[in-house]
C-alpha cells in the first residue's frame, strides 16, 4: 500500500492536439532557463510548420513537440547558440529541411569543448586579470598542446613548459585521459603567480587534477606542499586516487587525517605532499609546538592548496581546533551539572511555547519568588488566609506539623477561587509584587484567572504562574532570560565549595569556584540548548559516545569533536552515556590563523568563490590574493526547474516522493533518470527515504549519511536510471558521481535540495553534483516553510508589503489556473486551425496569440516565495559578512594573539627548566593556570593593549609562583604532584609540606590527605601514628562525601532518563558505578589502615607501610571484567595526584608500650 497514490495522480494521457505535454514544456523554457517569450512562440511557430512539412513523423503532434523541446531544455539552449557546421541558431535548424528529426536532436544534444582562444577571450573580459598574464598562458598552453599532439617535448621554450608536458603526460599515463585546455590554464594562472591565488573552476570540471599538478610542480621545485579539503573523506578520496601519478613523478605523498599514531604521523609531515583537512594540520601543528611532539620534524610551511576553498576560508573561516587537555579534577564539576541537568528537566514547554518551571506547591512557589521566605512569615499568612475561610480552619496549624506531601494532599481540596483569593492576599502583604494566575485549557491555550487589566499591575514585579490540581503550580517564564536567571538563581543557592575561594583581587588566577560562578549562566543556558537539539539532526550516538554533525555544511560526522561550555556533558547526561569530563582550552588553531601561516602562498580552488562581498572580504583579510573564475570547459547544461515551500510536513514529503517518481519513470519523450535528494539532517534523511521507499516502487534507493561508513557504496560505480541516493550534505560538496550514459540522453541526474542551505555557494555546490563535464542536468529546490531558521522566517515576515504581494499573487495564482484550462484550449483550436488551414496568415496570428495569451499566465508567477526566502536567506548572508571582518575575526585574533604569545613564555620556562625533575608538573600547571585565565579572566571586548597588560600581569605572577615552588592557582594538584615528586625522591618533610600547601588550599582534599599520611609514616617522626590516623579519618570523611556526590550525580541523571527507564544498564550508570566501587576501595583501604594506626597507637607500637601501584585498589577480578570503566576511573584518580596506595602493619616497640603504660596509669 503506497504512502501517497502517486499513481492515481498521474492522469496524463496522450492526445492528439491536445498541448498537454508540450504546453508545460514551452513554459520551462521560459521559467527554467529563461527564454523570452517571443523567442518561445517564433520556435513554436517554426516547429508547427517542421511538423506540418515532414512526412516521416510516427508520432503525434503534442508528443513530437515536447520530445523537441524537452532536447532543448536539457541541454540548456537558447537562440544565441550556433549549432552544427553551419553554425545556426535552434530555429533556423528546426525550419532546415534537409536534416531528418534524428539529426536535429543529435545537433542539439552536442557538446563542444571550447578552444584556447575562446576561453582567453573569456578570461581577459574578466576584471582584474592582467593581460600580460593571459599572453603568457597562451603561450604555454599552444606550444604544450602542440607538443603534446607531436608527443615530443623538443620544441618547449622553458623549463615551465616541459614541466607542464610532463605533468599532462603524466596524468594521460595514469587516467587515460589528458588534461582539458581549462585544466592547463588554471595550472599555468596558479604556476605563474608570485601570490596567494584563488581559482573558480565549476563544479566536476577536475579541480582534483589542477590541484595535483599543481602541487606536483611545487613540489618538483623543492617545495613542501599541503593540501587541504573540506573533509576527510575528500582529502582521503584525493591522496588515495592520485598516489600514482606522484609516484610516476617521483613524489612521495601521504593523508595526515587517518593517522592515529606519532610515527606514523612523523613519516607522513616527511613526504613532498601531503592532504589532510583544517583539522588535521591545525591539530599537527599544536601537536608540535603546543606538546612539543615533533611530529612536523622540519617541514615548513612553503605553500598551501586548499580546494573547496570558500567553504574553508568563508563557512569556516573561524573554526577553530583544539587538543583538549587531560583535566581530570573537572569530573567535580559533572556533579553541579547534574544539579542543572535535573532541574533543567523538570522544566516543561507548554502547547502555547511558554517555558513553565517545576511542579511545585503555592506554598514553595511564594518562598521561593517574594521576601517571603521565613516559616513564620509564610505561617502568619496562611493563618490569615484561614481566618479569611479561604483555606479550612486548622490548616495552618497542621502545615507545621506535616511534610510536604501532606501539605500537598490538604491543599488538593484548596479550589480555584480560593487560590486567586490567596494571591490577592499575599498581594496585600507583598506589595512590590504581584501575581498573574493561568489555567491551560485542553486546547493547550491559557487563561487568566485573576486579572483581566494589565494597569492593575501598575509598576509592581508581576510574576506569572500557571494553576495546576491539587494545590500545585508552575512558575510561568515569557522570555528565555527570567527562565535562564531562575535556574541559575536556584543552583547558586545550593552551591557550596570545600576550599576558601582566593577573592579575584588576590590573585591573578583563581581556581574552581570562580570558575563555576563564572561560567554557571553558560552552562544553564547549553543545558537548555541540549533538550532542544535533536539525536539525528544536530549529532548522533557512536559507541556510547555522543558525537557532532556538521549538517549545515559538510554533512561530515565528526567523531574527534566535542561541544564545549557543558553541552557536551548534557548530551551526554540526555542519553545517558557515559559522561566525559568538560575541557580547559589551552591551545588553540583558527582556520584563518592557519592560512596566514602560509604567508601569501595560499592557493585555492572551488566550484563557488561566492559573490563580490565575499571575494573582497577574502581580499581583505588575505593580503594580495588574486582571484579569476575559470569559464568552463564546455557550455554548462545544469538548470534549476521552479522550486516549491510547502507548509506542512506532510505534503512537502509528498511534493518530494512525487517528483522523484515523476523523475524515474520515463515519459513518451523522456527515459527514465536517477535523483539524488540532499536532506538537511540525517534524521530528515531517514523519513525522507522511508516515504519514497513507500509510496515510489521499484527504485535502486541508496541512503548515504555517514562518513564513517565509507563513501564507495554510492560513488564506487555508476549511477544507473531509477536509482535514488538520499543523503545529507555529505554528498553535497566535491562528491563526483559518475552517471550512467542511459541516464544523460534522459536528461541526466535530477538533484533534489530538500531545505534551504545556508547560502548560495551551499546551494550551488549541491545543484553541481549534477551537469557536470558538460553533461545535462537539472535540480530543485522543495522546502517546507515549517523547517526554516527562526531568522529567515523572520526576514521573511518583517517584510510586510512583500507578505502582501504574496498574497496577492497566491490569489492570482488561483485564477490563473483556472484560466490556464480555459487559454490552453484556445491555443488547440487555433493550432488545429493552423495545421489544417496551411499558412493562412490570419491562423498563425490566432495561433500566436493564444500561445502568448497562454504564457503572459507566467509572468505574473515569476516572483515566487522561493525567491523570498532566498533573499531572506541571502540578507542574513550579508549582514553575517559584515560582522565577519569588523567583530568575528578581530575578536579571535586577540585570543590567538595572547596565545601564541602564551606558547614564548612556555619555549621559555622549558629552556630554563630543561633540567628540572618537575618540568612536566611545571608545564602543566601552567596550561592549567594559562586555561583558567582564559575561561574566567579573558574578555574579547576589552582592547588588544589592556589585554595583553593583563596576560603578562597574570602569568609574570604564575612564573614567579613557580619559580618559588608554589603553586600559581588555588587548584591544589600542583602542590600534590610536587609533594609526590619529592616523596619519590626521599624528601619527606618536603613533601609533607607540599601536601600541607595543598590543603591550606582545600582542607578536604582525600588524595592531600592520604598522601600526606603516607610521607608522614615513611617519615617516621616523633608521634607520627597520631599525625596520620588524623589525616587518614579526614581522608575517609572525605571520600565518604565524594561518594554521595557521585550518587547524587547518578541519581539526578537517571530520573531524567527515558520513561520508563531503560532496561539494560546505560553507559552513564555503568560509568558511575564504577566511580562508586573505586571510592569504596578506597576507603576500605582507609579504613584498614586507620584501625592499624589505632591499633599502634593504642599499643605505643608503630606502622610498617608496604606501598602498591594504585591499580592494585581493585582485584584483577573486577578490573577485568569491567576493565574499560574501572580503568578510567583508576586512571583519573592517578592523574589527580593519587599514584600509590598502601596497606599496613603494625609493629611492637618495647619502649613505645612501656611509655604508653605508664602514661595509662
Ligand atoms: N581532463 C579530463 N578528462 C576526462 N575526465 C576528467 C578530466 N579531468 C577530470 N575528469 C573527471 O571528472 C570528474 C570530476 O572531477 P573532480 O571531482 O576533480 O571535479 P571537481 O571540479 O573537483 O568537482 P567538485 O566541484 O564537485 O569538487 C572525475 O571523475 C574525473 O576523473
Ligand atoms: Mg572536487
Known sequence: MSQFDLEAENTMTANDYKMDLSVPRLQSLIQNIHWDKEDVKNLFEALVKRFKWSKQQTLDFDTWVAEILYTVETHKIDLNLKLGSKRCNIIELVNETNIDDNTLLNLLGEGREKDLEEILKDLSQQDGVDRCLIEKVREIVSAVSSALTVGQKKCLKDDM????????????????????????????????????????????????????????????????????????????????DWSHFYKQLGLKVDCNSNKSNEEDLKQCYKCHIV?????????????????????????????????????????????????????????????????????????KTLDCGKRAGPIQSFIQFIQENTDICSETDVLDILRLAEDKGIFPKGFSEDTKHLNAQNIIKKLECVGKTHIVDFFRLIETKVPDYCFSLFSEKEDGTLTKLNRTNNEEVGDRHE???????????????????????????????????????????????????HLVYSKLRVWVENAFKATEMALGDEYIIQADTVVPVDYQCTGVIQSNMKWSDGLQQFLEMKHQTKVSNMTVITNFMSNVRLFTMYGGQVFGVTGTLGNKEEIEMLQKLYNDMHTCAMPSFKRRK?????????????????????????????????????????????????????SIKESVQGVNLKLYTKNNSGPSEVTGKPVQARDVIVATNLAGRGTDLQVCGKVNMAGGLFVLQTFLPLNTRVEQQAFGRTGRQGNPGSAQLIMC???????????????????????????????????????????????????????????????????????????TLRKTNIT???????????????????????????????????????????????????????????????????????????????????????????????????????????????????????????????????LEADDQDFIALYNRALSVMQQQERGYVSVALRDLEKAGKSVEHTMSLTEETLTNVVITGTNPPARHI????????????????????????????????????????????????????????????????????????????????????????????????
Not at 510547502?646 to 518530494?656: R, V
Not at 517518481?661 to 527515459?671: A, L, M, Q
Open 161 to 240: 613548459e616541459e614541466h607542464l608536458f610532463d605533468l599532462c603526460n603524466a596524468v594521460k599515463d595514469c587516467f587515460g585521459w589528458k588534461p582539458r585546455i581549462t585544466q592547463m590554464v588554471s595550472w599555468c594562472f596558479l604556476a605563474l603567480s608570485k601570490y596567494s591565488y584563488l581559482l573558480q573552476v565549476c563544479t566536476g570540471e577536475g579541480k582534483s587534477c589542477i590541484v595535483a599538478m599543481f602541487a606536483a610542480y611545487r613540489a618538483l621545485k623543492g617545495k613542501k606542499v599541503d593540501i587541504i579539503s573540506s573533509s576527510p573523506v575528500l582529502a582521503e578520496r584525493d591522496a588515495e
Open 275 to 347: 592532504y589532510g583537512t583544517t583539522h588535521s594540520f591545525a591539530g599537527d601543528w599544536l601537536r608540535h609546538h603546543f606538546l612539543r611532539k615533533n611530529v612536523r620534524g622540519d617541514r615548513e610551511f612553503h605553500c598551501v592548496i586548499v580546494d573547496e576553498v570558500d567553504s574553508l576560508m568563508l563557512d569556516k573561516g573561524l573554526e577553530v581546533v583544539y587538543l583538549s587537555s587531560k583535566m581530570p579534577v573537572m569530573q567535580y564539576l559533572n556533579v553541579i551539572l547534574s544539579r542543572i541537568w535535573f532541574l533543567v528537566c523538570q522544566h
Open 463 to 513: 510574576i506569572p504562574l500557571l494553576f495546576l490540581k491539587g494545590g500545585l503550580c508552575r512558575h510561568l517564564f515569557s522570555d528565555k532570560q527570567t527562565l535562564f536567571n531562575s535556574v541559575e538563581q536556584k543552583i547558586r543557592k545550593d552551591l557550596q565549595f570545600t576550599s576558601p575561594e582566593i577573592t579575584p583581587e588576590d590573585s591573578h588566577i583563581t581556581g574552581f569556584q
Open 638 to 690: 545544469l538548470f534549476e526547474e521552479e522550486g516549491t515551500i510547502l507548509d506542512e510536513e506532510g505534503e512537502w514529503l509528498k511534493a518530494i516522493c512525487r517528483a522523484v517518481y515523476e523523475k524515474v519513470n520515463s515519459t513518451c519523450y523522456r527515459g527514465e533518470r536517477a535523483v539524488l535528494v540532499i536532506c538537511e539532517t540525517i534524521n530528515r534523511a531517514m523519513s525522507i527515504e522511508k
Open 785 to 859: 516553510a515549517s523547517h526554516f531558521s527562526m531568522p529567515v522566517m523572520v526576514k521573511m515576515l518583517t517584510n510586510v508589503s512583500l507578505l502582501q504581494m504574496l498574497a496577492l499573487l497566491r490569489r492570482l495564482y488561483i485564477s490563473l489556473l483556472d484560466r490556464d484550462t480555459e487559454a490552453q484550449r484556445q491555443l488547440t483550436e487555433a493550432l488545429k486551425l493552423a495545421l489544417k488551414d496551411g499558412f493562412h496568415n490570419q491562423s498563425w496570428q490566432e495561433m500566436r496569440a493564444a500561445l502568448d495569451h497562454l504564457l503572459s499566465c507566467l509572468d
Open 868 to 998: 523570498d526566502a532566498k533573499e531572506a536567506r541571502d540578507s542574513l548572508v550579508g549582514e553575517r559578512l559584515s560582522l565577519y571582518l569588523t567583530r568575528d575575526i578581530p575578536k579571535m585574533k586577540k585570543r590567538e594573539d595572547l596565545f601564541f604569545d602564551y606558547l614564548q613564555l612556555l619555549d621559555e620556562m622549558h629552556e630554563k627548566n630543561k633540567n628540572s625533575k618537575m618540568l612536566s608538573e611545571i608545564v602543566e600547571s601552567m596550561h592549567e593556570c594559562w586555561g583558567l585565565w582564559l575561561l574566567t579572566r579573558f574578555d574579547e571586548n576589552e582592547s588588544k593593549e589592556i589585554l595583553k597588560v593583563r596576560f603578562e600581569d597574570a602569568m609574570g605572577s604564575v612564573r614567579e609562583h613557580l619559580e618559588k615552588g608554589r603553586s600559581p592557582s588555588s587548584a591544589v594538584s600542583l602542590y600534590i604532584r610536587y609533594g609526590n615528586a619529592l616523596r619519590l625522591q626521599g624528601c619527606f618533610s618536603e613533601s609533607v609540606e607540599m601536601y600541607s600547601m595543598a
Open 1066 to 1161: 546505560t553507559g552513564f550508570t555503568k560509568q558511575l558505578r564504577a566511580r562508586l566501587q573505586v571510592l569504596k576501595r578506597l576507603k576500605l583501604n582507609i579504613n584498614e589502615a586507620v584501625n592499624k594506626l589505632k591499633i599502634a597507637h593504642n599499643n605505643g607500637g608503630g606502622v610498617k607501610v608496604t606501598e602498591c601501584h594504585v591499580f592494585l585498589l581493585l582485584d584483577i577480578q573486577s578490573i577485568l571484567l569491567h576493565l574499560n570503566d574501572f580503568a578510567n576511573e583508576l586512571v583519573n584518580l592517578q592523574s589527580l595526584g593519587l599514584t600509590q596506595i598502601f596497606s599496613l602493619d603494625t609493629t611492637f616497640s618495647l619502649t613505645g608500650y612501656i611509655s604508653k603504660l605508664f602514661r595509662g596509669i
